[in-house]
Protein backbone atom coordinates (compact mmCIF):
# COMPACT_ATOMS: atom_id res chain seq x y z
CA UNK A 1 0.00 0.00 0.00
CA UNK A 2 0.72 3.72 -0.43
CA UNK A 3 3.03 5.14 2.37
CA UNK A 4 3.28 9.16 2.31
CA UNK A 5 5.83 11.32 4.20
CA UNK A 6 5.25 14.90 4.79
CA UNK A 7 7.97 17.28 6.37
CA UNK A 8 8.10 19.87 8.15
CA UNK A 9 5.88 18.65 11.05
CA UNK A 10 5.66 22.30 11.88
CA UNK A 11 6.75 25.65 10.07
CA UNK A 12 6.80 28.95 11.27
CA UNK A 13 6.96 32.16 8.59
CA UNK A 14 6.43 35.81 8.82
CA UNK A 15 3.36 37.08 6.90
CA UNK A 16 4.49 37.95 3.54
CA UNK A 17 7.07 35.33 3.51
CA UNK A 18 6.58 32.03 0.76
CA UNK A 19 5.78 28.81 2.63
CA UNK A 20 6.73 25.05 1.12
CA UNK A 21 5.32 21.73 2.54
CA UNK A 22 6.94 18.28 0.70
CA UNK A 23 5.57 14.85 0.62
CA UNK A 24 6.76 11.59 -0.64
CA UNK A 25 5.10 8.69 -1.56
CA UNK A 26 5.90 5.42 -2.45
CA UNK A 27 3.88 4.08 -5.02
CA UNK A 28 5.05 4.83 -8.21
CA UNK A 29 1.88 4.34 -9.77
CA UNK A 30 -0.51 6.72 -8.31
CA UNK A 31 -1.81 9.50 -10.09
CA UNK A 32 -3.68 12.05 -8.01
CA UNK A 33 -2.46 14.08 -5.28
CA UNK A 34 -4.46 16.55 -3.16
CA UNK A 35 -3.74 18.92 -0.43
CA UNK A 36 -6.40 19.54 2.35
CA UNK A 37 -6.19 22.79 4.91
CA UNK A 38 -7.74 21.89 8.28
CA UNK A 39 -8.02 24.69 10.56
CA UNK A 40 -8.90 24.32 13.91
CA UNK A 41 -11.89 21.91 14.88
CA UNK A 42 -13.22 22.20 11.37
CA UNK A 43 -13.29 19.89 8.05
CA UNK A 44 -10.63 19.48 5.90
CA UNK A 45 -10.80 21.31 2.79
CA UNK A 46 -9.36 21.13 -0.62
CA UNK A 47 -7.50 23.79 -1.84
CA UNK A 48 -5.43 22.22 -4.37
CA UNK A 49 -4.65 18.86 -6.13
CA UNK A 50 -2.24 17.74 -9.35
CA UNK A 51 -2.93 14.43 -11.36
CA UNK A 52 0.22 12.61 -12.83
CA UNK A 53 0.06 14.36 -16.73
CA UNK A 54 1.12 17.46 -15.29
CA UNK A 55 4.16 18.73 -13.10
CA UNK A 56 3.22 22.37 -11.44
CA UNK A 57 -0.52 23.65 -11.11
CA UNK A 58 -1.09 26.95 -9.61
CA UNK A 59 -4.28 29.03 -8.18
CA UNK A 60 -3.42 32.49 -6.87
CA UNK A 61 -1.33 32.42 -4.26
CA UNK A 62 -0.66 28.62 -4.10
CA UNK A 63 0.84 26.12 -6.33
CA UNK A 64 1.71 22.55 -6.28
CA UNK A 65 4.66 20.54 -8.06
CA UNK A 66 5.14 17.35 -8.83
CA UNK A 67 8.17 15.02 -9.61
CA UNK A 68 6.81 12.02 -10.67
CA UNK A 69 10.53 10.57 -11.17
CA UNK A 70 11.57 11.49 -7.34
CA UNK A 71 8.19 10.88 -6.11
CA UNK A 72 7.72 13.74 -4.46
CA UNK A 73 5.18 16.84 -4.90
CA UNK A 74 5.47 20.02 -2.92
CA UNK A 75 2.61 22.58 -1.73
CA UNK A 76 3.63 26.38 -2.32
CA UNK A 77 2.14 29.38 -0.98
CA UNK A 78 3.25 32.62 -1.81
CA UNK A 79 2.96 36.12 0.41
CA UNK A 80 1.20 33.92 3.31
CA UNK A 81 -1.33 36.12 5.66
CA UNK A 82 -2.25 35.41 9.31
CA UNK A 83 -5.35 33.13 7.70
CA UNK A 84 -3.26 31.22 6.11
CA UNK A 85 -2.30 29.86 9.26
CA UNK A 86 -3.43 26.11 9.55
CA UNK A 87 -2.72 22.16 9.51
CA UNK A 88 -2.13 20.72 5.96
CA UNK A 89 -2.69 17.29 4.48
CA UNK A 90 -1.10 15.98 1.76
CA UNK A 91 -3.01 12.94 0.00
CA UNK A 92 -2.12 10.06 -2.09
CA UNK A 93 -4.50 6.78 -3.66
CA UNK A 94 -3.61 3.81 -1.61
CA UNK A 95 -4.75 1.96 -4.64
CA UNK A 96 -4.18 2.96 -8.35
CA UNK A 97 -7.45 1.62 -8.74
CA UNK A 98 -9.30 2.90 -6.13
CA UNK A 99 -10.18 6.55 -4.38
CA UNK A 100 -9.03 5.70 -1.03
CA UNK A 101 -6.25 8.29 0.30
CA UNK A 102 -3.51 7.86 2.59
CA UNK A 103 -2.62 11.03 4.50
CA UNK A 104 0.35 12.38 5.16
CA UNK A 105 0.61 13.54 8.85
CA UNK A 106 0.39 17.44 8.53
CA UNK A 107 2.22 20.18 8.47
CA UNK A 108 1.40 22.77 11.45
CA UNK A 109 2.03 26.05 9.49
CA UNK A 110 1.98 29.40 11.53
CA UNK A 111 1.77 33.16 9.79
CA UNK A 112 3.11 35.27 12.32
CA UNK A 113 2.05 38.83 11.47
CA UNK B 1 -25.35 25.24 0.71
CA UNK B 2 -24.09 22.28 2.88
CA UNK B 3 -22.95 19.03 0.93
CA UNK B 4 -22.28 16.66 3.05
CA UNK B 5 -24.12 17.16 6.98
CA UNK B 6 -23.05 15.36 10.09
CA UNK B 7 -25.05 15.10 13.12
CA UNK B 8 -25.07 15.46 15.57
CA UNK B 9 -21.58 17.92 15.64
CA UNK B 10 -20.78 16.71 19.24
CA UNK B 11 -21.76 13.57 20.92
CA UNK B 12 -21.12 12.53 24.50
CA UNK B 13 -21.46 8.92 25.27
CA UNK B 14 -20.75 6.63 28.36
CA UNK B 15 -18.12 3.82 28.32
CA UNK B 16 -19.62 1.14 26.57
CA UNK B 17 -22.70 2.67 25.67
CA UNK B 18 -23.85 1.92 21.78
CA UNK B 19 -23.97 5.18 20.29
CA UNK B 20 -24.28 6.26 16.52
CA UNK B 21 -23.09 9.28 14.08
CA UNK B 22 -24.61 10.19 10.74
CA UNK B 23 -23.52 11.43 7.72
CA UNK B 24 -25.80 12.94 4.77
CA UNK B 25 -24.87 14.42 1.27
CA UNK B 26 -26.85 16.21 -1.28
CA UNK B 27 -24.18 15.50 -3.98
CA UNK B 28 -25.26 12.64 -5.29
CA UNK B 29 -22.11 11.02 -4.48
CA UNK B 30 -21.48 7.28 -5.12
CA UNK B 31 -19.07 6.59 -2.28
CA UNK B 32 -19.11 7.66 0.92
CA UNK B 33 -16.38 7.29 3.61
CA UNK B 34 -16.14 7.61 7.02
CA UNK B 35 -13.09 8.40 8.95
CA UNK B 36 -11.31 8.92 12.47
CA UNK B 37 -8.85 11.89 13.52
CA UNK B 38 -7.57 12.26 16.95
CA UNK B 39 -5.88 15.29 18.03
CA UNK B 40 -3.12 16.36 15.98
CA UNK B 41 -2.91 13.35 13.78
CA UNK B 42 -4.20 12.79 10.00
CA UNK B 43 -7.15 11.26 9.05
CA UNK B 44 -7.77 7.45 9.14
CA UNK B 45 -9.73 5.81 6.91
CA UNK B 46 -12.58 3.39 8.81
CA UNK B 47 -14.73 1.99 6.20
CA UNK B 48 -16.16 3.04 2.56
CA UNK B 49 -19.35 2.24 0.42
CA UNK B 50 -19.22 2.33 -2.97
CA UNK B 51 -23.04 2.49 -3.54
CA UNK B 52 -24.28 -0.90 -1.41
CA UNK B 53 -21.05 -2.45 -1.23
CA UNK B 54 -19.02 -2.16 2.03
CA UNK B 55 -14.92 -2.21 2.10
CA UNK B 56 -13.24 -2.44 5.59
CA UNK B 57 -9.63 -0.97 6.45
CA UNK B 58 -7.98 -4.16 7.30
CA UNK B 59 -6.65 -2.43 10.53
CA UNK B 60 -10.62 -1.67 11.40
CA UNK B 61 -12.05 -2.53 14.76
CA UNK B 62 -14.93 -4.80 14.93
CA UNK B 63 -16.19 -2.44 16.93
CA UNK B 64 -17.02 -0.17 14.21
CA UNK B 65 -19.75 -0.84 12.23
CA UNK B 66 -21.64 1.02 9.47
CA UNK B 67 -24.52 1.39 7.52
CA UNK B 68 -25.58 3.01 3.96
CA UNK B 69 -29.36 2.44 3.78
CA UNK B 70 -29.57 4.73 0.58
CA UNK B 71 -27.48 6.79 -1.30
CA UNK B 72 -28.05 10.02 0.97
CA UNK B 73 -27.16 8.62 4.11
CA UNK B 74 -24.88 6.76 5.99
CA UNK B 75 -24.41 5.65 9.46
CA UNK B 76 -21.46 4.62 11.38
CA UNK B 77 -22.27 2.93 14.42
CA UNK B 78 -19.36 2.05 17.79
CA UNK B 79 -20.93 -0.76 19.56
CA UNK B 80 -18.91 -0.87 22.77
CA UNK B 81 -17.16 2.76 22.84
CA UNK B 82 -14.21 2.61 24.80
CA UNK B 83 -12.43 5.84 26.22
CA UNK B 84 -9.51 5.43 23.25
CA UNK B 85 -12.33 5.88 20.67
CA UNK B 86 -12.64 9.29 21.53
CA UNK B 87 -11.92 11.56 18.40
CA UNK B 88 -13.36 13.60 15.54
CA UNK B 89 -15.02 11.45 13.22
CA UNK B 90 -15.26 12.64 9.53
CA UNK B 91 -17.57 11.88 6.63
CA UNK B 92 -16.66 11.91 3.19
CA UNK B 93 -18.12 11.57 -0.16
CA UNK B 94 -16.78 11.48 -3.73
CA UNK B 95 -18.71 11.25 -6.97
CA UNK B 96 -16.73 7.30 -7.92
CA UNK B 97 -14.02 5.41 -7.05
CA UNK B 98 -11.37 6.30 -9.71
CA UNK B 99 -8.46 6.80 -7.93
CA UNK B 100 -8.52 10.88 -9.06
CA UNK B 101 -11.57 11.13 -7.36
CA UNK B 102 -12.09 14.54 -4.84
CA UNK B 103 -13.14 13.81 -1.56
CA UNK B 104 -15.29 16.32 0.20
CA UNK B 105 -15.71 16.22 3.96
CA UNK B 106 -18.21 17.26 6.05
CA UNK B 107 -17.60 18.92 9.27
CA UNK B 108 -17.35 16.44 11.44
CA UNK B 109 -19.20 14.51 14.98
CA UNK B 110 -16.65 15.09 17.94
CA UNK B 111 -16.91 12.13 20.09
CA UNK B 112 -16.17 12.17 23.82
CA UNK B 113 -16.23 9.32 25.81
CA UNK B 114 -16.87 9.35 30.31
Known amino acids: GENVEQHPSTLSVQEGDSAVIKCTYSDSASNYFPWYKQELGKRPQLIID?????GEKKDQRIAVTLNKTAKHFSLHITETQPEDSAVYFC????????????FGEGTQLTVNP | DAMVIQNPRYQVTQFGKPVTLSCSQTLNHNVMYWYQQKSSQAPKLLFHYYDKDFNNEADTPDNFQSRRPNTSFCFLDIRSPGLGDAAMYLC?????????????FGPGTRLLVL
Open chain 1, 50 to 54: IRSNV
Open chain 1, 91 to 102: AAPKETSGSRLT
Open chain 2, 92 to 104: ATSRDFSGEETQY
